[in-house]
């Protein structure tokens, strides 16, 4: 019976799924229309059925208790590992004088529909409950495109950092989540030719130098050079788009596949992919730009000279920047999104990780570029706001942190707690909370246990488990002496101090605390 | 034509919304199975034709550019306003020790089930692309109850802040939105009565006195105070949930009114409910604890008695914690949820709240209890962690700051900037750019313009506009001489200084600055 009842909940479901084809088919409507009456009599019966219900509430079923596919719960440590990456990245942006902005985290459907080509099918479609037709925001570009049309704003440079939704695969060990979080900073308005570009490229390296993650090159590469190399190579216009995707492919397969795939299923000449193929595994610095100037086809090609004059420009202010060295002009970089028109860079770390005993190699680790068309997709008179930024990869880097925290490289403190309130003897709960009230009025870090009468093993080992440098310990004898004692955990010296000066001899101990740090400071 | 196709588009989703149903019932499994083979005709008939369309793509239409019901954008004024207080609220967090965490923002719909009560039908849920069913959030409790059983955590003191989803009506102007943040704190663990509790009021009190948000009081009462109340006044104990619903009315209606809804729609006696009229006028301090615990009918009821003990205790470790004259015992606070098993709190501020030149009146301003069965409900052996916990309504506050901020009663500056580098001649682009990389460098938060050109009125408007408090002014002649100008922005002073010492002098005067601050410090 219950099966039978599953069989047709499944249908139903397929019915609701073809509602949205049948909208938009015209045949559709007149099918569906000659065969609604039936489908209206069963809904009837339902209606009746439903009438005698009532409001039944779910009867509890076992389930497995987890969370959704895809998605983690962030414990402590994560968080503080995650933070703190946050943190240095932050540092960053504002130093750039990025403003910060925040979206919804569900946007209308219409938002997002024809932004993303074929990954439109990894997008997450809230139930129509009743009113707007909504999806889970897929990365922050599109909601800042849709911002900066609806208030008509032509100039920003703001960061935004919060997690986006993908359907996608996971790949959960090496930092591949349905819900991530993306670190953008993008700067938007009609400028001089790549001066924000060059800033982009520059954020990005000082967040790598800042988070010290190992040595790393910034590819970068044209649009408009693509266009114009495929152009000379004899790829029509029509499949650009198509054999850009595939030569985003390089950094994972070898020439000899993507040559197979963009011939077998490209639609690419073999010629025409084997003078690809020659450009593609060219890189270097301007004098590589220089020398595809004097390229007999390339030098004729309009798109080709402005994308090349283009890195030519961005490459000697990366060398005002003082970056030179970190920038690979780089023919196979690609990048796969649509929506780019002109610069386009990806940072790669180039060694791999130490984590434990062994090697991890994490790729690509920062990219983006310019898209000077997106926001006018947005406007009703489709005026453009030309735009260029970057996306910070974090999870990859909180996954490389956390590997190393579970290898034991690295410890993390997960309260800022400085000072514990003990005490040895009974019946002194009252005693620990004046002292830790007049503590925490003073802005000192304090904790204690929430038991009438702990025991001293237990309160000391809790300050051990969680790095608290300092315990005050209070006993009826000092008390009445009007003292107080302070241990030092590490060192396990005890001091007496006067009852009255607890608060500036504390203060006075912190201050010159030295407690171990996390991939740079964890307290600030 | 597309009418018709529409009515038939609103038959399938009752269909859909008939499928919850269905599933629970029995009979209604009976009756579906029989009249399943007609709409599985239909079905086929479908399936048939969507074989025909192929993958259409959906047809650009017109649509209004907005965020979706009851949400919006926080630009970056907005955004400092919240950074600024979520900052100052998890400085008090971690002053008490308190670790932080996250989970995803979605939950297996299972996980909410039968949590909520009637606020269940506020519940957004994801569409049902294949795979799990999937809801948004609708609070930061439920979630943390689930990590703690799937985890098998025992003790935790945490704070989570992030958003929320409820398909309320929004009331945007005082705050209330679909899609808002909570700010919570809970201790959980098996501790001594009312420790942890103390410690949550004291937190509160903390935060608002830090948020300097005006004068405030924390409404204190306990479940069990509650259910004994309502048992001496002779309520049936099956009315005593619904009954404390209604209780829970009295902030914002008269006792009339309060009542007539027992009466008429809870069932309640008029003798039992002129009872219940006569408690919950009373407020006061623990002298009133000590008062009713001489009451006839109370002091002869165990529920009563350990409520008003629970009470007293608490009172009085308010008292050591020196903020006894911030509390307030008040009989008439039920708070809405069903969860609660011990004390609950509520602060609400005394006083409106002075924007422009009109008050407004807050209210509630933050909000919580002890939940001690919560945990246990997703535990295969029921086991129990006891928690008690306090929710901030930042929104409010944030509502509050924002109208201020509209008013003109406070300023916010979006951006951290201290030295903007500009010059008066064309053709300086370069020098600027090889200026600001020193200074990004040093640690400096620098900006200049991405125009090559700029004109001075428009790069001093900027400072202006955005509060930069320095300006780095190149010329020609100054350059040759080995010297740079600064330039104060407020006072219009300019000095020439040499162009070596650059980073040392503005470091020394960006030590000095006084910028102006909203409600406490913006910068660090």
Known sequence: ???????????????????????????????????????????????????QLGSEDAAPSKFVLKTPKGTRDYNPQQMTIRNNVLQKIITVFKRHGAECIDTPVFELKEVLTGKYGEDSKLIYDLKDQGGEILSLRYDLTVPLARYLAMNKINNLKRYHIAKVYRRDNPAMTRGRYREFYQCD??????????????????????????????????????????????????????????????????DKSPWEEVRTEMINEKGVTPEAADRIGEYVRLNGSSELADKLLQDEKLSKNKSAVEGLEGIKLLLHYCELYGIKDKILFDLSLARGLDYYTGVIYEAVLTQPIKIGNEDQTVGSIAGGG??????????????????????????????VLEAKLAAGDISVRTSDIDVYVASAQKNFLEERMKICAELWNAGIKTEQSYKKNPKML????????????????????????????????????????PRDNLVEELKSRIEVLDIKEMNGPIRK
Chains 1, 2 share one sequence.
């Open 370 to 399: 310019r898209y000077d068309n997106l926001v006018g997709m947005f406007d009703s008179k489709n005026k453009q706001v030309p735009c260029v930024g970057v996306s910070i990869g974090v999870e990859r880097i909180f996954s």
């Open 1 to 51: 019976m219950f099966y039978k009842a599953m069989r047709l909940v499944g249908n139903l479901s397929t019915v609701e799924r073809l509602r949205n084809l049948a909208q938009r088919s015209n045949y559709a409507k007149t099918i569906m229309t000659t065969s609604c009456c039936k489908i209206q009599e069963e809904v009837s019966k339902l209606l009746a059925l439903k009438a």
């Open 185 to 250: 900073f993008d700067i938007a308005g009609q400028y001089d030719l790549m001066v924000p570009d060059a800033e982009c490229l520059l954020v990005v390296t000082e967040i790598l130098n800042s988070l010290d993650i190992g040595k790393y090159v910034l590819k970068v590469n044209h649009r408009r050079l693509l266009d114009g190399m495929f152009e000379t190579c004899g790829v029509p216009a029509d499949k650009f788009r198509s054999t850009c995707s595939t030569v985003d492919k390089l």
């Open 458 to 497: 237990n309160q000391l080992q809790h300050c051990e488990e969680n790095g608290i440098p300092l315990a005050v310990i209070l006993g009826e004898s000092e008390l009445k002496r009007g003292l107080v004692k302070i241990r030092n955990i590490t060192t396990r010296q005890e001091d007496e101090i």
